[in-house]
């Protein structure tokens, strides 16, 4: 039926969000790669062991979008800390490093996973 919203389990909403985040932050870093061989006339400079499905750049915008536009200051610092650094700190680490109380904390990380699944159409 057109037009009925589908309930969802927002667990699994943000299980998914953070696994696209994950992945977000290593295919930013192949395109990158790739754009950096394409320049130096070297795009075999690796074997490949699966093709790119043209995916990967679209992405990595659609991503990068919903990260710039859709979270306020607070929201996109605790993201960046929390899931696109290159540690892989706790949830205490994050907030005691952002200066926040933890109820605070886990209700920006709600709202933010909440923006980025909305923004990037997941829910």
Do not use: H, W
Not at 25 to 53: C, H, W, Y
Not at 90 to 117: F, H, R, S
Request: contains cysteine; neutral net charge; proline residues 2%.
């Amino acid at each position: 039926m057109r037009g009925e919203q589908v309930p969802f389990n927002e667990r699994e909403i943000q299980k998914l969000v953070i696994a696209e985040l994950k992945v977000y932050k290593v295919l930013k870093i192949q395109l990158a790669n790739l754009e950096e061989r394409e320049r130096a006339g070297m795009s075999d400079l690796f074997p490949t062991i699966r093709e790119s499905d043209g995916k990967t750049n679209l992405k990595v915008m659609q991503i990068a979008r919903a990260l710039e536009e859709s979270l306020d200051s607070l929201e996109k610092e605790l993201i960046e800390k929390k899931y696109l650094s290159s540690s892989d700190p706790t949830d205490l680490e994050v907030y005691l490093d952002l200066g926040i109380k933890k109820a605070k904390y886990y209700a920006k990380k709600k709202e933010a996973l909440n923006c980025i699944a909305t923004a990037l159409g997941i829910i």
